[in-house]
């Protein structure tokens, strides 16, 4: 079955870095397009990034462009997220998704703090 | 980008009954590939989001039927036969036909009455 497993968050201070891993099985990861979706606590959904099934195409969310960078390894069927310049506003849950016509299949989240 | 505007945004509901979601987008959302690219979701309290629909009305695997989505243009609607306390939580619409950026609704919270 198709399992997602996010980890990296933790809290770090405004300015920080911080970097997500999501890793993935039960499906041709090298095949599926993934997103980064993340949920401020108590606000709804914002999808963050996207990176096409081979790498060669990403898309940002206007919030974060320049200071996010989405990237895989395919060879270890692992998604990744590097966020720099932390702001209060990227607290939030960050999930990773499959892209099969969008979310088809979610990670259960990691919780990201930005606090000083 | 697109507005993807829902109402209402608390809904409460007796067991049994039928309930209803509309959902709105600020531009039509048929792709240029035919398909209309209007997607449901489910997130039960303390749970990850699950998708219950795309493409406007297909249900994805493991659904109930009770559930059903419909809609064309900018007019789309979730519907719930019967509503079942495993079904509280918060619901919400997203279009990926204008993306990026891919949007989502405010999110509806059906609650039990």
């Known amino acids: 079955q198709v399992q997602l497993v996010e980890s990296g968050g933790g809290v770090v201070q405004p300015g920080g870095s911080l970097r997500l891993s999501c890793a993935a099985s039960g499906f041709r990861f090298s095949s599926y397009g993934m997103h980064w979706v993340r949920q401020a606590p108590g606000k709804g959904l914002e999808w963050v990034a996207f990176?096409?099934?081979?790498?060669?195409?990403?898309y940002y969310a206007d919030s974060v462009k320049g200071r996010f960078t989405i990237s895989r390894d395919n060879s270890n069927s692992t998604l990744f997220v590097q966020m720099n310049s932390l702001r209060a506003e990227d607290t939030a849950v960050y999930y990773c998704a499959k892209g099969n016509g969008f979310f088809d299949y979610w990670g259960q989240g990691t919780l990201v703090t930005v606090s000083s | 980008d697109v507005v993807m505007t829902q109402s209402p945004l608390s809904l409460p509901v007796t067991l049994g009954q039928p309930a209803s979601i509309s959902c709105r987008s600020s531009q039509g959302l048929v792709h240029s590939d035919g398909n209309t690219y209007l997607n449901w979701f489910q997130q039960r309290p303390g749970q990850s989001p699950r998708r219950l629909i795309n493409?406007?009305?297909n249900r994805d695997s493991g659904v109930p039927d009770r559930f059903s989505g419909s809609g064309s243009g900018t007019n789309f609607t979730l519907k719930i036969s019967r509503v079942e306390a495993e079904d509280v939580g918060v619901y919400y619409c997203m279009q990926g036909t204008h993306w990026p950026p891919v949007t989502f609704g405010q999110g509806t919270k059906l609650e039990i009455k």
């Open positions: 990176i096409r099934y081979d790498g060669s195409n990403k």
């Open positions: 493409k406007v009305s």
